[in-house]
Nanobody
Framework: QVQLRESGGGWVQAGDSLKLSCTAS????????MGWFRQAPGKEREFVSG????????RYSNSVKGRFTISRDVVKNTLYLQMNNLKPEDTAVYYC????????????????????WGQGTQVTVAS
């Protein structure tokens, strides 16, 4: 099993940037894809971005495309989400997740494809 812990959230003004980190611990012999999700108050948790198990492919929701960048440092076992030009509608709790279900090259935007989750980090963007 893999344990995940997010950090880097905070309170910022619209137009500012933040970089979220997600550190993975635990062991698995297989490479796996990872993703970022977010949940705003009163809304469903939604897919933000994902990276496939070989870090060759990334995927973004339309709402963050061009502003957010996902990356991974395999040496540090850390997943990142660089968020630029933040907007008030980006306010949410952000979760990282690991796809320990499929172990293939696809990036799935569905929560059901991820079976290991962090505790979340709050991002608040003021207008």
């Amino acid at each position: 099993q893999v344990q995940l812990r997010e950090s880097g959230g905070g309170w910022v003004q619209a137009g500012d940037s933040l970089k979220l980190s997600c550190t993975a611990s635990g062991r698995t012999s297989k490479k796996y894809g990872m993703g970022w999700f977010r949940q705003a108050p009163g809304k469903e948790r939604e897919f933000v971005s994902g990276i496939n198990r070989f870090d060759k492919t990334t995927r973004y929701s339309n709402s963050v495309k061009g502003r957010f960048t996902i990356s991974r440092d395999v040496v540090k076992n850390t997943l990142y989400l660089q968020m630029n030009n933040l907007k008030p509608e980006d306010t949410a709790v952000y979760y990282c997740a690991a796809d320990l279900v499929y172990f293939d090259d696809y990036i799935r935007p569905s929560q059901s494809a991820y079976n290991s989750w962090g505790q979340g980090t709050q991002v608040t963007v003021a207008s």
